[in-house]
């Protein structure tokens, strides 16, 4: 299949620094090239060494029609870069882009609109340009301003709105305005949560519609969930593209915190009476492991030293288990559990046994707390990580992955019948129902009252 995106060996260098002075003539130029090249040439490759970065290097990857390929890295990486120039508003300084169809981006809070015109117009400019006839554009317009919720202000100026304001029918007109290649950078983060939410919704039922999709996003689980594919960038370079998941772990590695010892770690809260110094994950059966199965019993090990008499009782050991985005999966402590310790050795390690560990194959972090007596001993964010792979929870070979759910739950389905509501008889005949329905008369008191009596003087 053809791509609709094809990037070949793409690099762009900028100048920084301040700018000199003077500037030098074409014949001064010349001249000096004249006396001395060999001079001029290498005066001028410290000049560019000095005072330039190349912001991307040797940049490579193909995108499919159809694709959503999700842009992520460090700031500085090249991401917003590389977007500029696919949106050709900045050009490679090497290298070459191909894309095989319109394209619309959404890359600044106010790309592409112009301050004086109002939204309205603005709208039918960034149509336009797309290459889209009037008549097609105000059939969408409607949807795009109640998408952006500016209908009060659709006629205003844009340069009266709001960030906020700009950013929602910046994102209604690349979104509504059907390109066959959306390109976004961060700019969501502008909006509030409910609209971020309706921003997301929309994009995915772009990318359903077989729209191609390159989003820039340090929202990993936005970019889980909407992209199949991930290009890595640092500084400037591709440093992995593949599998979305994959992506992200290798990024997420990468801008991870250092890796070193716990006992040198100085970024701890806490009294330091305990101090944690490391982290153990193990297998129940199986002692260490580089990774757990789901389904598996887990002992997690934190192992501390206590400082010189320490002899306090009570003390609470805690882990709070995340994902790799930083959302929290489960918290447990002794206190939940109603464990105690009478006395603590001054070395030793809490064990928190994990039953039947319900989390699906993916990379977890662990952070840890030690406490007695509401006081903290000792606090470690990001202490520690452990994989888990795929195993058999259910007992059926089949887990559900991490982006599904980020817990596996114990359950048992049955089938019931369903129970059909009450249902009257109906009457059989029209005057039966008129007859329900019709006020008792005065004298049917006096004939039931007679039959009464007629029936009791016939028994003997």
């Known amino acids: 299949m053809k791509p609709i995106i094809k990037v070949e060996n793409l690099s ?9 002075a003077a500037y030098t003539t074409l014949r001064e130029t010349i001249a ?16 560019e060494g000095r ?35 696919l949106s050709r508003v900045t050009e490679p300084t090497t290298g070459r882009i191909e894309l095989y169809g319109t394209s619309s981006s959404l890359l600044e809070v106010g790309t592409g609109f112009h301050p004086e015109l109002t939204g309205r117009e603005n709208i039918f400019l960034n149509g336009a340009i797309l290459g889209m006839r009037r008549q097609e554009i105000r ?56 609209f971020q939410k309706k921003c997301l919704g929309k994009m995915g039922s772009v990318a359903r519609e077989g729209r191609t999709v390159l989003l820039v996003s340090h929202n990993m689980a936005a970019v889980e969930n909407l992209c199949r594919r991930g290009v890595v960038l640092e500084a400037g370079r ?46 129940a059966r199986e002692g260490r492991a580089g990774g757990v199965s789901s389904g598996q019993d887990v002992d997690i090990y934190i192992h501390y030293e206590a400082a010189q008499g320490f002899r306090r009782a009570g003390v609470v050991a805690g882990l709070i288990v995340g994902t790799q985005h930083d959302v929290p999966v489960f918290l447990q402590h002794n206190r939940l559990t109603g464990d105690e ?10 064990v928190c046994r994990i039953k039947r560990l319900p989390l699906p194959p993916s990379t977890y972090r662990i952070g840890c707390s030690l406490m007695c007596d509401g ?8 202490a520690g990580e452990f994989t888990v792979v795929e195993g058999d929870f259910y007992g059926t070979g089949e887990v559900p992955p991490p982006t599904h759910g980020s817990c596996l739950v114990e359950a048992r389905w049955r089938l019931e019948e369903a129970y059909a509501p009450h249902i009257e008889a109906e009457p059989q005949h029209k005057d039966e129902m008129q007859r329900e329905d019709e006020p008792q008369r005065e004298d049917e008191p006096q004939r039931e009252d007679e039959s009464q009596r007629e029936a009791a003087e016939s028994r003997p």
Request: no cysteine; charged share 30%.
């Open 139 to 194: 059939q969408r317009l409607d949807e795009i301003v109640s998408f952006a919720e500016v209908e009060r202000f659709v006629d205003t100026s844009v340069k009266h709105y709001s960030s906020g304001m700009y950013m929602r029918l910046a994102f209604a007109v690349a979104a509504h305005l059907e390109p066959q290649i959306m390109i976004v950078d961060e700019v969501l983060s502008v909006g509030d949560v409910r």
């Open 375 to 382: 006081e903290y001993l000792d606090v470690l964010n990001d």
């Open 238 to 283: 591709v440093a992995y593209a593949g599998p979305t998941h994959e992506a992200i772990a290798h990024y997420l590695q990468d801008a991870g915190t250092t890796r070193q010892s716990l006992r040198e770690r100085t970024d701890r809260e806490g009294s330091g009476e305990l101090r944690v110094v490391a982290i153990d994950v193990r297998g």
């Open 341 to 350: 310790w009478e006395s603590i050795p001054q070395r030793g390690a809490f």
């Open 12 to 20: 762009k260098l900028y100048r920084i620094g301040a700018r000199r």
């Open 32 to 47: 000096g090239a004249a006396r001395s090249p060999l001079k001029l040439l290498s005066r001028r490759r410290r000049r």
């Open 51 to 85: 005072d330039s970065v190349w912001a991307l290097e040797g940049v490579s990857f193909e995108v499919a029609p159809g694709e959503t390929v999700g842009i992520i890295g460090r700031n500085g990486a090249g991401k917003s870069t590389l977007l500029k120039i």
